[in-house]
């Protein structure tokens, strides 16, 4: 418990009650405490749980449908085997593990040593885009949407990071991946994205890789763009001036969609390429739950994080994949998407399905194909007066 609490301190960010949104939080030996509305918090097994605990419903949109959703929250920790979160039904006796036999044979325990999951974890690449920043150690990077800490344990080697998860075993898990590793200026918290624990005006960096697809689904009786809108405000509250957000994300209009590749977060095939009340009810039809994992086009991506009060975004197509990319192609020049796929795209990468789309890659005007690859990866600055 106490590290948690001295590592908090060491990096020097400032929390803030979710709750009422306006208390400094106070540490005491066991929980959190906040000066304003006295809300505590506590800690399990070492790692502060920042949540807002009841789903209210205070952004519903007015003009949406709220009878079309399960009115009834998920539980907590309740996540798709898709999400990349460890999701375990016994989450102690896999920490036990974690704690008796270290964080990488636990988790090969778990998935396999060949699996994606644990290539998530490990691959050097999950910060590969790191070159587009200029990173220094003064830095303090928020990481939403955490998992296994892939991603924040790399970046721990170059700044102050916090890796934030609403699930607790995900976030319990970074902070014994962090001691093991040596890595002191890494803490791991539970918390939400829509409620993000923090005084405004202190990250340089806020990293959200496929998590905020998955956002909505904390918050069924709400609109899903609502939620999503509500979160990436959130991140620029927290942000200084100046202050980027790295956000890596599917491609709604991906091409493979179009030749009956299935949408990963529904497992269905089409529903990101439908109107959303069509889309709503194949959803409700063919797996009884809404349709709350909702992904955009490179142009929606742009109005949404302008809505959210970005400015001067840049985008880029992430290959083969956001988690691990080992190509970041900027789509705003033609001739760079022409070189990349003449020169570097690999047809023999594309295998089943997907052989039949190396061909649309070669033919399609490149800055038409950019409106269709798989996935993005977006750069949005807070503007110096924001
Ligand atoms: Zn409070």
């Not at 989450?91 to 290539?119: I, K, Y």
């Not at 909702?294 to 975004?313: C, H, P, Q």
Request: charged share 25%; net charge negative; aromatic share 12%.
């Amino acid at each position: 418990m106490k590290i948690s609490q001295k590592v908090m301190k060491e990096t020097k960010i400032k929390y803030q009650c979710p709750k009422c949104k306006e208390g400094a939080i106070d540490y005491f030996e066991d929980r959190l405490h906040c000066r304003s509305c006295s809300q505590e918090y506590e800690f399990r097994r070492g790692v502060p749980i920042l949540d807002v605990g009841d789903r209210n419903n205070e952004y519903v949109c007015d003009n949406f449908d709220s009878e079309q959703r399960d009115t009834e929250c998920q539980p907590f920790y309740k996540v798709s085997p898709h999400s990349g979160a460890i999701g375990v039904d016994n989450p102690d006796r896999f920490l036990d593990e974690v704690e008796q036999r270290g964080w990488r044979p636990a988790l090969e325990n778990l998935w396999g040593a060949g699996s994606a999951g644990l290539l998530r974890a490990v691959a050097p690449n999950r910060v590969a885009w790191k070159y587009l920043l200029e990173i220094d150690r003064s830095w303090k990077a928020l990481d939403i949407g955490a998992g296994t800490g892939g991603l924040s344990c790399r970046l721990a080697e170059e700044c102050s990071v916090v890796a934030l998860d609403k699930s607790w075993c995900d976030a319990v898990f970074i902070h014994l991946r962090a001691q093991q590793d040596r890595l002191s200026r890494l803490e791991a918290i539970v918390a939400e994205a829509t409620y993000l624990p923090f005084e405004s005006n202190q990250f340089d960096l806020t990293t959200m890789i496929g998590s905020l697809e998955w956002i909505p689904t904390t918050w069924p009786q709400n609109h899903p763009r609502q939620t999503q809108l509500q979160a990436l405000r959130e991140i620029y509250r927290v942000l200084k001036p100046n202050g980027k957000l790295f956000l890596g994300i599917e491609n709604r209009l991906y091409l493979g969609y179009f030749l009956g590749i299935k949408e990963p977060h529904t497992n269905l095939k089409y529903i990101s390429l439908m109107d959303k009340e069509k889309a709503e009810i194949l959803s409700q039809d063919l797996r009884g739950q809404p349709y709350l994992e909702v992904t955009y086009s490179k142009d929606e991506y742009i109005e949404l994080l302008n809505e959210a009060g970005f400015d001067n975004i840049q985008a880029f197509w992430l290959y083969p994949d956001y988690s691990t990319p080992h190509y970041i192609i900027p789509l705003e020049k033609g001739n760079i998407i022409k070189y990349f796929i003449e020169e570097r795209l690999n047809p023999w990468d594309f295998k089943g399905i997907r052989s039949s789309l190396f061909p649309f890659y070669r033919l399609l005007d490149p800055l038409e194909l950019n409106n269709h690859v798989e996935f993005y990866g977006f750069i949005a600055r807070k503007s110096n007066d924001g």
